[in-house]
């Protein structure tokens, strides 16, 4: 997402295959992470020779808790098992970690994280 923030100029597709080399993900892993992306919405595709990969939004619209829940829906779900004489407060730390880590990500977009990512040239 954020290499294609980084080529995000509103047209312009980027080829899977720029995508893996560039962020060093096998293509195999990437087609599944960039279907997954489709299914729920955030990237579209265009099949043939000139085909590739883009964003549906601006990536200042895309805060990084979307992305986030689109491809680990669980990753900031509720404790499963809060049970045992540390099991309360357990709960308790882990719903403060998970609200805390919301606010952050929904308070991030796309943009800002694909801004910071970009090489700084000094002369």
Excluded: C
């Excluded at 047209?11 to 892993?29: G, K, L, W």
């Excluded at 000139?50 to 491809?71: D, N």
């Excluded at 719903?95 to 694909?114: C, K």
């Amino acid at each position: 997402m954020v290499h294609l923030a980084r080529k995000h100029d509103g047209q312009s597709v980027v080829r899977a295959d720029d995508i893996a080399e560039s962020e060093t993900i096998p293509p195999s892993f990437l087609a599944q992470i960039l279907h997954e992306l489709k299914r729920t919405g955030l990237v579209t595709s265009r099949r043939g020779k000139t085909g590739g990969w883009k964003l549906t939004q601006a990536p200042a619209e895309i805060s990084l808790l979307t992305v986030v829940e689109a491809l680990e829906p669980e990753a900031l779900g509720q404790l499963s098992n809060a049970t045992g004489e540390s099991g309360e407060a357990v709960s308790r730390l882990w719903e403060s970690v998970r609200e805390s880590s919301r606010q952050i990500l929904s308070e991030s977009s796309l943009e800002t994280l694909a801004a910071s990512a970009e090489p700084m040239f000094y002369i």
